[in-house]
């Protein structure tokens, strides 16, 4: 029954994803425009994860969006960073060596196989609103 366990995992990822939604969308106040000029956006920061903590966010949420992509939302009174993170590997990976077994074996000890190297990347983003000019 993998797919079942499939829709499970999907429709719980479906609800995590609205739940951050509706925190973001209280978390931060109603815009009294409507226009598109002022519609929210993710900029780019240089601060680390734990530079936000220690800045006073908080992790509210983990999405995983694959096994090798999580974004983690925090938040602070007011504000709402992201944080995406994604591992790669990191080079090739290793190579097993080719080996026979002798008549009647039934098991070998292979040597033990370097591990690949992974490679992972964090990039924040903190949620902001373009600058409304006076009227």
């Not at 993710?42 to 974004?71: I, N």
């Not at 938040?75 to 002798?102: H, I, N, W």
């Not at 074996?105 to 006076?134: F, H, T, W, Y």
């Amino acid at each position: 029954m993998r797919g079942g366990a499939d829709f499970s995992i999907r429709a719980r990822t479906l609800c995590v994803a609205l739940t951050v939604a509706a925190s973001v969308a209280l978390a931060l106040p109603v815009a009294a425009e409507t226009d598109s000029a002022a519609a929210e956006q993710w900029r780019a920061t240089d601060r680390s994860m734990a530079e936000l903590v220690d800045d006073g966010y908080e992790l509210v949420s983990v999405v995983a969006a694959s096994g090798q992509s999580h974004a983690y939302f925090l938040r602070k009174p007011g504000k709402v960073a992201r944080c995406r993170e994604a591992t790669t590997v990191d080079g090739p990976l290793p190579q097993v060596p080719p080996f026979t077994l002798a008549q009647g074996q039934k098991s070998a000890v292979l040597p033990p196989l370097e591990m690949p190297k992974m490679r992972i990347d964090i990039e924040c983003a903190e949620l902001v609103r373009p600058q409304q000019g006076s009227r």
